[in-house]
């Protein structure tokens, strides 16, 4: 991995710095150093805040990152809307190999950049002598330093669910000159180091939730420390890394033997967060993404308040120009239950092929918009030749859906306004799945379980039926209960970048995407609509080797002591 001196590092935080520069002390800017930053002198710890600001700024986003497009238009949820071959379509089928990667999905050097950030920020805070103090009379410099540890440990994750074990640097900051030729840990290292590090600074961090308007809102807290502990875990007990190892005895690709308690481990943690209750599900599961700061978010990435979510993936057919770029498909939309909580393919569910938006699952108006559905003061049309799928030059979506999630209210409205768009990083629903999967996984179907799906299933509008289960059935068997599981991530967590590696983690890639991928085709004669479903996509999934990344050729080629993943 490539190591740079301080200054170049110093670099990229002059123009913060520059902005607001020392009234007692102008300093050139290519005389910036670590001594400046963390200044002996100021008591405020004003450019070292600043510093801490820019290592949050390199915390990954998630709208339409990858080439213009969602994570999730690379699984089986969403395909994109262009017209071209895109960054997530070399993802669904394969195309990508360590000498050719995909740039926006190979974060091997901006992890490690920002690795380096959070370390030398970690090993040179206890220079300033801040002494504020926490509502809760916490250190502010020693909650500085947790929080610069909490990006790393979540940095060390990004690279982990991608890679297996990588290179753990510790609190060390390499130079030019220094010894980078660093072996990977081990899976079980590094998932040790993670674990070890939320636990180490989950009581220096701010309280939560931090509301706004408090300027550090933005800020990680202790519950986004047990938040990540338990993902990590839960990461770590599922298929691929614990019992399935694509590549068995190596350790780098995760544990070499299976070991159920890995799973009460991340039921464990995940509970410990539950019980703190500082955080709640909102009543409304569209504003959980369009109001800030609110009793669901655990961590996030700022965004702004803009229009650019809704113009990049609303509809096509408006005045107000948007280019439809993430397209649901009908597999997705199939995942929706009706409205008494039952599957489109039982018989007792009501669901009517003639009519197949309606009385569905309540989700699946707030998170697609479907032929019918109300939109910028009109009724979407996309049946074939309709105004928002026109085909020809512009052909609007390719499976007859749009996105509809984490956009602004506009259903009656005439045109686009500015709407809080932060990237939503741990939530606290995730955290309630997680352990409704773990303790499942350890325990069975306990009623701990079954209420998980039931607070989520009211909160999203489903009818309880008579029996208060909102369309459980009592006495679900562990794998039955597993299917419930894993169905309601799929759509409670829809486009948030989890089921691109849910899928994964479970080892059902192959499986997943060894089906087409489908649309809905829609033709109106006169009144009436009859609905096709349509081949849109075919994916293609190379088992074992793409259930983890290549490691970038470079670094292989660099490092002596670098080993390649198995297959690439």
Not at 64 to 92: C, H
Request: proline share 6%; glycine share 8%.
């Amino acid at each position: 991995m490539k190591q740079f001196p301080t200054i170049f590092l110093l670099a990229g935080f002059l123009t913060v710095l520059v902005a607001c520069r020392k009234d007692y002390e102008a300093v050139p800017l290519e005389k910036v150093t670590i001594e400046y930053v963390f200044d002996k002198d100021d008591s405020l710890g004003t450019y070292a805040n600043k510093f801490l600001n820019t290592v949050y700024s390199k915390l990954p986003g998630g709208y339409n990152r990858v080439g213009g497009d969602l994570l999730d238009a690379a699984s089986d949820d969403a395909i994109s809307g262009f017209t071209g071959t895109t960054s997530v379509s070399k993802l669904a089928t394969g195309a990508y190999t360590s000498f050719e990667t995909i740039a926006e999905e190979t974060p091997w050097n901006s992890a490690y950049s920002a690795i380096r950030a959070a370390s030398i920020f970690v090993s040179n805070i206890n220079i300033s002598p801040v002494k504020d103090k926490l509502p809760n009379g916490n250190s502010v410099r020693y909650a500085w330093k947790a929080e610069a540890r909490f990006i790393r440990a979540l940095f060390y994750f990004e690279l982990l669910k991608r890679y297996g074990g990588v290179p753990l640097m510790g609190d060390e900051v390499r130079e030019l000159g220094d010894d980078v030729q660093v072996p990977r840990s081990s899976f079980e290292e590094c998932v040790q180091y993670i674990v070890g590090e939320c636990d180490a600074i989950k009581d220096s961090l701010r309280p939560n939730p931090v509301v706004a308007p408090e300027l550090n809102s933005h800020r990680a807290t202790r519950g986004a420390a047990l938040a990540l502990k338990a993902k990590v875990l839960l990461y770590a007990a599922s298929p691929l890394f614990n019992g399935e190892n694509i590549d068995a005895g190596n350790p780098l690709t995760g544990y070499t033997g299976y070991n159920k308690e890995r799973w009460k481990l991340a039921a464990d943690a995940a509970r410990a967060l539950i019980d703190e209750k500082t955080f709640a599900l909102l009543p409304n599961f569209k504003d959980i993404f369009i109001t800030q700061n609110n009793s669901e978010v655990i961590f996030f990435r700022q965004g702004g308040n803009t229009t650019d979510i809704e113009s990049t993936n609303g509809p096509v057919g408006f005045a107000q120009v948007a280019r439809g770029r993430t397209n649901p498909t009908q597999e997705l939309i199939d995942a929706f239950p009706t409205d008494a909580g039952l599957p489109v393919t039982d018989p007792a569910s009501g669901y009517d092929p003639n009519a197949p938006y309606a009385h569905r699952d309540p989700r699946l108006t707030m998170s697609i918009i479907y032929n019918g559905a109300r939109w910028l003061n009109t009724e979407i049309q996309t049946y074939e030749g309709g105004q928002h799928r026109p085909g020809g030059a512009e052909p609007g979506t390719k499976t007859g859906y749009y996105m509809r999630k984490f956009m602004g209210n506009f259903e009656n409205a005439t045109q686009y306004s500015n709407t809080s768009h932060d990237w939503i990083l741990l939530r606290y629903t995730e955290v309630l799945l997680n352990f409704a999967e773990a303790e499942n996984e350890y325990n069975g179907p306990t009623g701990e379980v079954y209420q998980v799906l039931k607070d989520l299933r009211a909160r999203a509008g489903i009818t309880p039926g008579d029996n208060g289960l909102y369309g459980l059935r009592p006495g679900l068997s562990q794998d039955e209960m597993r299917q419930q599981i894993r169905n309601e991530r799929r759509i409670e967590l829809a486009f948030e970048e989890h089921r691109f590696w849910d899928i994964r983690r479970w080892k059902i890639a192959q499986q997943v995407y060894g089906q087409p991928l489908h649309g809905m085709s829609i033709i109106r004669n006169g009144g009436d609509l009859s609905y096709t479903v349509a081949e849109v996509f075919k994916p293609v999934f190379s088992a074992p080797k793409m259930y983890l990344y290549p490691i970038p050729y470079d670094e292989v080629v660099k490092n002596d002591n670098m080993r390649q993943n198995p297959g690439w």
